[in-house]
Each structure stands twice: as C-alpha cells, then as structure tokens.
C-alpha cells in the first residue's frame, strides 16, 4: 500500500508556472506507475501526465503537451508535475495516483489516490 500527499498547488496569473509535488510512502515507490490527474467543477475528473516505474516513459495529455512535464526522483519517493504557460482552463484541483500496473490514461486505472491540490489560474 501507498499513501500519497500533493503539494504546490495556489493562485497564479495566466503564463505562469507551478510545480506540483506528491510525496509517497512506503519503500516499494519505485514499483508504480505514477500520473497526475484533475478535476475542474462540474467536470469529470481528467489525465493529465503519467510516468513509468523508472521514469523513462512518460504520457501527456494533448492540451498539456509541450506544457507540462512529469519526472520523478524515487530516492525521494516523490513525483513532479512542472507546468509551464499556465491557461485558466488549467484551473482544477490536481491529483496524484498510483498504480502497480501498466501507465493508463483512466482514473480506474490507478489504486492509490492523493487528497488534491488546488491550482487556479487567472486570466
């Protein structure tokens, strides 16, 4: 089992930049499959980025792609999602998942769930 805690998340105007955390417990963190999802109000909740056991494979959604960049360090049991050239559609909160199976893009995918992040983004 893994617990996961996001960090990072606030108030930034259009064309800034955030860099989200999610720090996981337990020593067997390099195993997972880990992604970034988000939930905006009165939408279903969205992939946004995942990244393989060992990081070497990554995904992105189309409307982040060339803005966002997932990586993680697992000496740190920690994943990072860096978003550049932040939109105000970007505005969600933003969850963190693992999975010990294959990178998928659907929440049912993923076992294990942070608590969100908010991140707004004004225009």
């Known amino acids: 089992q893994v617990q996961l805690v996001e960090s990072g998340g606030g108030l930034v105007q259009a064309g800034g930049s955030l860099r989200l955390s999610c720090a996981a417990s337990g020593r067997t963190f390099s195993s997972y499959v880990m992604g970034w999802f988000r939930q905006a109000p009165g939408k279903e909740r969205e992939f946004v980025a995942a990244i393989s056991w060992s990081g070497g494979g990554t995904d992105y959604a189309d409307s982040v792609k060339g803005r966002f960049t997932i990586s993680r360090d697992n000496a740190k049991n920690t994943v990072y999602l860096q978003m550049n050239s932040l939109k105000p559609e970007d505005t969600a909160v933003y969850y963190c998942?693992?999975?010990?199976?294959?990178?998928?893009?659907?929440?049912?995918?993923?076992?294990?769930w942070g608590q969100g992040t908010q991140v707004t983004v004004s225009s």
């Open positions: 998942a693992a999975t010990i199976g294959r990178p998928g893009q659907k929440p049912y995918e993923y076992d294990y």
